[in-house]
């Protein structure tokens, strides 16, 4: 999250609340494990997805 003054840090995990399709890219709605929650925005962040228990 480059330009974000507030990232969440590297290595976090969450769960994906919502998905918001654009034109070109998505948003997508996280809650993230240490409580915060903050919209991704694919592709400008880097995320990992994991399956499900991990």
């Known amino acids: ?3 974000d003054p ?3 840090p ?3 995990a ?3 609340a919502g998905i918001y399709p654009q034109r070109g890219w ?3 709605d996280v809650n ?3 409580g915060r929650s903050l919209m991704l ?5 880097c995320v990992e997805r ?4 991990e």
């Open 1 to 3: 999250m480059p330009n």
């Open 6 to 8: 507030d990232p969440i």
């Open 10 to 12: 590297v290595g976090t």
């Open 14 to 16: 969450g769960t994906v």
């Open 26 to 28: 998505m948003q997508i």
């Open 32 to 34: 993230w494990d240490n």
């Open 41 to 45: 925005s694919i592709p400008d962040d």
């Open 50 to 53: 994991l399956p499900r228990g």
